[in-house]
């Protein structure tokens, strides 16, 4: 965390003071790291769900474009920066004990949000299968918007 990012937010006060002030002094886990649920602006509909450290939810709030933390590479993960599909902020909210963050945006490009080309991370539906075991089942109306080879190479 950069020194800006921790002079940025307020240490967590009270319960009453995070569930009823209007400081933003959000509570990142042990870890350094919140949930951030990523919904569309326009309808609602929940594209991701990723983290964030106090970096990435300063430069979010003071650029407009949603950054997040990867836990897999270890870095900031400017949303879109490959793939052209940034997700511009329209509102941040934090839930009642400010230990998570739902963005509403607007995704630029094709509107892809999942790195499998899809608007959606959650183009699976769980259902039970004749057997009465679960199995996922693609929802037909998330089809691939790119193909996620020809934009992020071979993986």
């Known amino acids: ?8 937010f307020a240490t967590p006060g009270s319960k009453s003071e995070l569930e009823a002030g209007d400081v933003l002094s959000p509570r990142f886990s042990a870890d350094g790291l919140i949930t951030a649920v990523t919904v569309d602006a326009s309808d609602g509909t929940v594209l ?9 939810l300063r430069l979010t709030i003071e650029t407009g474009i949603a950054h997040y933390w990867s ?12 793939s052209g599909n940034m997700q511009a902020i329209r509102e941040i909210r934090v839930d009642c004990d400010q230990d998570c963050v739902l963005l509403k945006v607007e ?10 080309g899809r608007r959606s991370c959650f183009y699976r539906i769980v259902a039970t299968g004749d057997d009465g075991k679960p199995r996922l ?17 071979q993986k």
């Not at 965390?1 to 940025?8: N, Q, R, V, Y």
């Not at 630029?108 to 499998?116: E, F, L, R, V």
């Open 48 to 56: 991701m769900v990723a983290h964030m450290n106090a970096e990435t």
């Open 107 to 116: 995704t630029a490009g094709d509107g892809a949000n999942c790195h499998t």
């Open 137 to 153: 089942v693609l929802d037909e109306a998330d089809a691939p918007r790119f193909d996620p080879q020809s934009v992020y190479g």
């Open 1 to 8: 965390m950069t020194d800006a990012s921790s002079d940025f």
């Open 71 to 82: 836990r897999s590479r270890q870095s900031i993960w400017k949303k879109g920066e490959t």
